[in-house]
């Protein structure tokens, strides 16, 4: 063999070598594992277990662990990374939802959950948990994140003591959450597979059409950056849904991006927008918190149900911020029909609409969004909730003793004197809510059910009434 020959062999041995260190290491998924009821005074139950009904509508929820070793990658800016270093243990726990095989839509969404605060919280099935189950969607909540472990451990040392993502203190800042949300999504069987002998299937014999992974605020910044970074060297996951959060995205992948904000998150990317592309999109929805009234109920019946108190009691909070917290725009109505849009995009390449950004009165020093005389912000997708306004609804609050208040967004209801001048009968209310909603609908901004239940509401309100 001459030199030449030599230093070809070497090259292509270094290039196999690079790209087994990058393909995602095997997991094994133990369990499911058995738990008691949520709220049982054992609590050998599944933590951030589901407050939406699922036996009645014919789902299942079980909990499982994944253990394996995990690669540390480089995080170059908008470029694909290498790996660091390999053989790192973890083990980690993922939560499924799982519909009945008749009533499955071939769909399976796979959340990042968010550990901001300590605990583990599977936002986007808060707000989206109900669409999912109305569709027939499989649901994956991924803990990929030590802070949200450490939670569950202190609550349960029993049951998760033996979780642990640091390759027992070894890997810090959740080195290896990468490569164990990947390793998650490489455990779902897609159309053509099956579970090898004596492996654990967490589907129960689901064949997943199309894989998708989503996640909210920090897990949104963390998808961003695993999209740029790490899914390129292997990619799992047929689209993602950026919710909230995430810097900018490469829109140079085959993988569909679709990101969605509130109004509370443009407050700090409103000046360096990132354009649509035939891979990404964005959309903007006016008047909208990064923590709405319908998160915080949502919070409330989780902590209730993990108490084992009646999710009925479920209630907003007073969270002592400077203004009335908590935007009651419904977030969650563009978010779902975002979800349907994004499914589209990847099966049937039907780019969805775009929707014209938040507007932006002054850039400098800091961003200043234009708004109305009232206080409600201009521009992004207006629902009818916010372009019929009977309250000022924005996505900024601030307080002192609570470093979360910029985050819910702020609500102060408009008085009897600013209604009727707006409103000069029900009649005329209703009437300018179905007209935005029918707006919203030819759009693709909102879905069916969603509009329906808005003109119920506007209908059963007494605003207008004299």
């Known amino acids: ?233 292997e990619p799992i996951y047929d689209g993602v849904m950026v919710h909230g959060g995430g810097g900018r995205i490469r829109d140079d992948q085959e993988t569909k991006i679709f990101k969605i904000m509130a109004e509370t998150d443009m407050a700090r990317r409103a000046a360096d927008p990132q354009p649509d592309t035939d891979t990404f999109i964005q959309w903007e929805v006016a008047g909208t918190s990064h923590a709405d009234y319908d998160f915080e109920i949502e919070y409330s019946k989780l902590r209730l149900l993990r108490d084992g108190l009646p999710i009925a009691q479920a209630e907003a909070r007073d969270v002592g911020c400077e203004l009335p917290a908590h935007s009651r725009i419904p977030f969650r109505d563009p978010f779902n029909a975002a979800f349907e849009h994004l499914v589209r995009w990847i099966k049937e390449d039907v780019r969805p609409p775009g929707a014209e950004p938040l507007r932006v009165a002054r850039m400098m020093p800091e961003v200043e969004f234009a708004r109305d005389e009232y206080g409600n912000i201009l521009g992004g997708i207006r629902l009818a909730e916010h372009a019929v306004a009977t309250a000022k609804n924005t996505g900024m609050n601030s307080g002192v003793t609570n470093r979360f208040c910029f985050l819910y967004g702020s609500h102060e209801p408009f008085d009897k004197e600013t209604l009727d001048s707006l409103y000069p009968s029900h009649e005329a209310y209703v009437n300018a809510v179905k007209a935005v909603v029918q707006q919203n609908l030819e759009a693709g901004y909102i879905l069916p059910y969603a509009a329906e239940r808005t003109i119920r509401e506007a209908e059963a309100s007494t605003i207008g009434s004299r």
């Open 1 to 233: 063999m001459n030199r030449i020959t030599v230093l070809i062999a070497l090259v292509f041995a270094g290039l196999f070598t690079a790209n087994a260190l990058a393909v995602v290491p095997a997991a094994e998924i133990i369990g499911p594992i058995e738990a008691d009821p949520p709220g049982h005074s054992s609590r050998n139950s599944i933590y951030a277990a589901s407050a939406i009904e699922l036996n009645a509508n014919g789902y299942v929820e079980e909990e499982f662990f994944i253990e394996g070793t995990a690669n540390q990658y480089s995080n170059p800016e908008l470029a694909t990374g290498e790996v660091i270093d390999s053989g790192h243990r973890y083990r980690s726990r993922l939560i499924v939802r799982r519909p009945q095989a008749e009533d499955f839509n071939g769909i399976v969404i796979v959340e990042w959950i968010n550990v901001t605060g300590g605990p583990d919280k599977d936002i986007d099935w808060w707000l989206s948990g109900t669409h999912f189950i109305r569709n027939g969607y499989a649901y994956v909540a991924v803990s990929a994140q030590q802070m949200g472990i450490d939670t569950m451990k202190e609550w349960s040392p029993q049951r998760y003591g033996t979780l642990d993502t640091t390759h027992d203190g070894m890997v810090a800042r959740d080195g290896l959450s990468y490569d164990i949300f990947s390793a998650v999504g490489r455990a779902i069987n897609r159309l053509g597979e099956s579970t090898p002998p004596g492996q654990v299937d967490i589907l129960d014999g689901l064949k997943a059409e199309l894989i998708i992974a989503t996640g909210h605020s920090q897990s949104a910044s963390r998808l961003a950056v695993y999209l740029n970074n790490i899914h390129p060297l």
